[in-house]
């Protein structure tokens, strides 16, 4: 995008934010969350749109990707968990699928209860349900959960949540259970029985237990890499076909029981994901509503551009989420290699880049605001700290200097985003042009960007994606992003910077080993301070998460916890038999 056509685009979108917010009074600017002149298209924001789905019908998923990965033991990126977790497989623990606050809460799902510790919080002991059945009908049993967790080990299963490999005990060198080895700390006395054994106390190892990595996997069911284009349901629905890139469709399970689901209502009798379609195509057809696309919601966030077609008009905002998505969007800096494993060089990024200007290529301050930390708010007290102190467009005289004294007064640095966010690449390109740093913007297709920024043998220079947390702790951001040993050759998650600091690996570990909750917090927000200064990475922007839905779509609301996703759990039609393809 040209810098003339990126500022017609910031004019539409401001005027498109002055319409959208008039007629707001002042007390509608109270509040947590609430509409207001500032942000817009916070209207919904904790809302149930379209009232309470009625059971039946085909709902349309359009999508600009495939899935990264629904093999659970591989499946962690927004919103695939959530997608994966509410309609195919089940976890031992989960959230509740209610719309604000009441989401966070944790519920059974697989098991009797939220587990129990014993041994000072070492070992944790889950109970499954009786009656809950596969796709054939044959039991779920605890042993398949094991295995599944034994998966996330395995090399050629990449890409999948690190919390078993950081939790359990005895798992130096473990390879997965592929080639018939097997975890001696994840022990099934019984097939209702699964008992954990970890390395240290984990409070909140009931949250950890909502993730994919704790659904069930039948070892009779192992197909290895293949085993993400056809995983074995334990939820409402099976896969019937899956043409990657194209076209998933789920039917359902005839064999699960909501008599032991209270979560998943199950209302739609299909889903059909369309994938590869263009991200502007999807924003107009669900504009528009008609036929099919009246039973529609889009997978990945409405485009910037289309922001003056939905701001302005209320019967189409109205159906328009913004929920906040509690992540942190960032630059990260590769730290392994020059310019960047020079702190003074990442130093001077901090002050390089124009927020402001990233701000406005993601679709203007109805949809992000400045990060001035890495934590988000949801876990630093509902406001980031600002430690740096650097204005949001930027400090281009002090980056410079910054340069001179590093001795790299120009630069030429590679930068890969994902194709949709091709804009705000062009905008940190811009910024850094202003102090002599040239970028070379790579796009990569959304299903495979996360693959190839977590392979080290082709990790750019800079990359540009967000990090959120897996339930509200600083365990489930820093040390995934800045842990050092969490930094894996194929498949690395969250440490993209490959920061390696032996004083931030130390604090990580002291912090863990805390018993007070409060004071492990606290604790976790004063390191934010300090590795801001060592600059990793540089944190963007905080993103809320706009999908539009279809005038027929009811129970659509963004989950505080899966990132302001729509919770697949509850969604469905208000007419089964409108819009039907």
């Not at 605890?142 to 490999?165: H, M």
């Not at 106390?201 to 890499?225: H, I, M, N």
Request: charge should be negative.
């Amino acid at each position: 995008m040209t810098k003339r056509t990126q500022l017609a685009l910031a004019t539409a979108l401001v005027a498109a934010l002055a319409v959208g917010a008039s007629g707001c009074s002042d007390a509608s600017k109270k509040g947590k969350g609430g509409a207001s002149a500032e942000n817009p298209a916070a209207a919904n924001d904790g809302k149930v749109l379209g009232g309470t789905p009625v059971k039946g019908g085909t709902l349309t998923v359009l999508s600009n990707q495939d899935f990264a990965h629904l093999d659970p033991a591989r499946n962690w990126v927004m919103p695939t968990m959530d997608f994966g977790t509410r309609l195919l497989y089940r976890t031992l623990v989960t959230f509740k699928a209610e719309p604000g606050k009441a989401g966070s809460e944790l519920v059974p799902d697989l098991a009797t209860d939220l587990g129990t510790p014993s041994n000072g919080g070492r070992t944790w002991t889950f109970t499954l349900k009786e009656g809950v059945k596969y796709e054939d009908g044959s039991p779920v049993r605890a042993q398949d959960v094991k295995y599944n967790v034994e998966r996330s080990f395995a090399p050629d299963l990449t890409g999948g949540p690190d919390y078993a490999a950081q939790y359990l005990a005895g798992t130096e060198g473990y390879k997965g259970p592929l080639q018939g080895q097997h975890l001696d700390s994840v022990k099934t006395p019984d097939d209702r029985t699964i008992v954990f054994e970890l390395k240290r106390p984990v409070a909140e190892f009931s949250a950890t237990a909502t993730l994919p990595t704790f659904a069930p996997v039948p070892q009779s069911q192992e197909k290895g890499t293949q085993y993400d284009a056809r995983p074995f349901s334990s939820g409402p629905y099976k896969i019937e076909s899956y043409d990657r890139d194209k076209k998933l469709v789920l039917v359902r399970n005839e064999h699960w029981d909501a008599a032991t689901d209270p979560v998943r209502k199950a209302y739609p009798d299909k889903f059909v994901v369309v994938m590869g379609l263009k991200g502007g195509q999807i924003d107009d057809r669900i504009i528009a509503g008609e036929g099919v696309d009246a039973s529609t919601v889009q997978y990945a966030d409405m485009r910037p551009e289309s922001a003056p077609k939905v701001l302005p008009k209320p019967e189409v905002k109205a159906r328009l989420l913004a929920e906040s998505q509690g992540c942190t969007e960032m630059l990260y800096l590769n730290n392994s290699r020059a310019p960047f494993d020079d702190p003074k060089v990442r130093e001077a990024m901090q002050y390089a880049v124009d927020k402001e200007a990233v701000i406005t290529a993601g679709g203007g301050p109805a949809l992000n605001e400045v990060a001035t930390a890495y934590l988000p708010p949801a876990l630093s007290g509902g406001k980031q700290a600002d430690t740096l102190k650097i204005a949001p467009a930027g400090d281009p005289d002090k980056a410079k200097e910054l340069l001179k004294a590093a001795g790299k007064e120009k630069l030429k640095v590679s930068l890969a985003v994902s194709t949709g966010d091709k804009a705000k690449a062009e905008a940190l390109q811009q910024g850094l042009a202003r102090v002599g740093i040239e970028v070379v913007v790579d796009t990569v297709d959304p299903g495979a960007y996360y693959d190839v920024i977590g392979d080290l043998s082709t990790t750019p220079d800079m990359s540009l994606t967000g990090w959120c947390p897996d339930y509200p702790s600083g365990s489930t951001w820093i040390p995934f992003v800045f842990d050092g040993r969490t930094i894996k050759e194929k498949g690395n998650q969250g440490n993209y910077s490959q920061f390696r600091d032996e004083a931030t690996t130390k604090r990580i570990d002291e912090i863990n080993a805390m018993a007070d909750a409060k004071q492990a917090n606290q604790a976790w927000i004063d390191l934010d301070a300090e590795l801001m200064k060592k600059s990793p990475s540089v944190p963007i922007l905080l993103e809320r998460k706009p999908l539009l839905v279809g005038t027929n779509i009811a129970g659509a609301f963004g989950h505080p916890v899966w990132t302001g996703t729509i919770d697949y759990a509850t969604v469905g039609l208000k007419d089964p038999s409108k819009g039907q393809g």
